[in-house]
């Protein structure tokens, strides 16, 4: 979708997100109802926490972003769930097994394979054991955006991170746009993380992906 400041479209398309969260939930039989602490990594100006928070109000939510502006924003707008700062790379300032769910939405779409793999390492340590993470990655539904010499090389590697040229100096260096296939995914989960489910087009064009912490 092109980007737009249109304020309709920002509420939609939360609503959706967070709708979208709950349905590949259930469809693995979980749900936010079961859940006490409840991260939302990478959550921009809080989107889908604006909506998840009035429907679960017994949850505590939790929002992580490298944007101070952002942050700034739901700290001052957003009530109800806490804020908080974070730098491209891990550390993060939460205790070890702070969580019982974390979600990431249109995040890890933008970082590339090691960066993902040092975020998901640092996610480990802050979801309960058996706790999950559900993220979301380009598959095969984006991939007719790929010129087919790096089509080839996605499905060799299982991971490719694109940088433009357009938004070079726009967007920071390790900020840009990245595809997976099922096996990268696999790949990214390792040892810390068992599959649970892929969903295909989980969330509009973008694949989900749940997995437990083992
Ligand atoms: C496309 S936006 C999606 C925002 C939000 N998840 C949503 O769906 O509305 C990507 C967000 O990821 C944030 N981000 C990127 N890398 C991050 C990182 N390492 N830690 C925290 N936030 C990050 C960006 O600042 C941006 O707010």
């Not at 490298?66 to 908080?84: C, M, N, R, Y």
């Not at 064009?205 to 912490?213: C, E, G, L, S, T």
Request: one cysteine or more.
């Amino acid at each position: 979708m092109p980007e737009t400041t249109d304020l309709s479209v920002f509420l939609n398309v939360g609503e959706r997100a967070a709708h979208d969260v709950e349905s590949n939930l259930a469809g693995i039989g979980l749900t936010l109802e079961n859940c006490d602490t409840v991260l939302d990594f990478g959550c921009g100006a809080g989107r889908t926490l604006r909506w998840l928070i009035q429907q679960f109000p017994h949850v505590r939510f939790y929002g992580a972003d490298v944007d101070p502006q952002a942050i700034a924003w739901t700290k001052h707008h957003l009530p109800g769930a806490e804020f908080g700062l974070n730098s491209p790379t891990p550390p993060i300032g939460y205790p070890d097994a702070s969580f019982d769910f974390v979600y990431i939405i249109s995040v890890f779409t933008h970082l590339a394979f090691e960066l993902q793999k040092l975020w998901l390492t640092e996610l480990h340590r802050i979801i309960r054991p058996e706790g999950i993470v559900l993220f979301t990655v380009h598959g095969e539904h984006t991939w007719h955006w790929l010129s087919p010499d790096k089509l080839v090389r996605l499905r060799h590697d299982g991971f490719l991170f694109e940088t433009s040229r357009k938004l070079q100096g726009i967007l920071p260096d390790w900020y840009h746009t990245s595809f997976m296939t099922e096996y990268g995914v696999q790949q990214l989960l390792g040892q810390s993380f068992r599959l649970l489910a892929y969903n295909h087009a989980g969330m509009g064009y973008q694949d989900v992906v749940i997995a437990q912490r083992n």
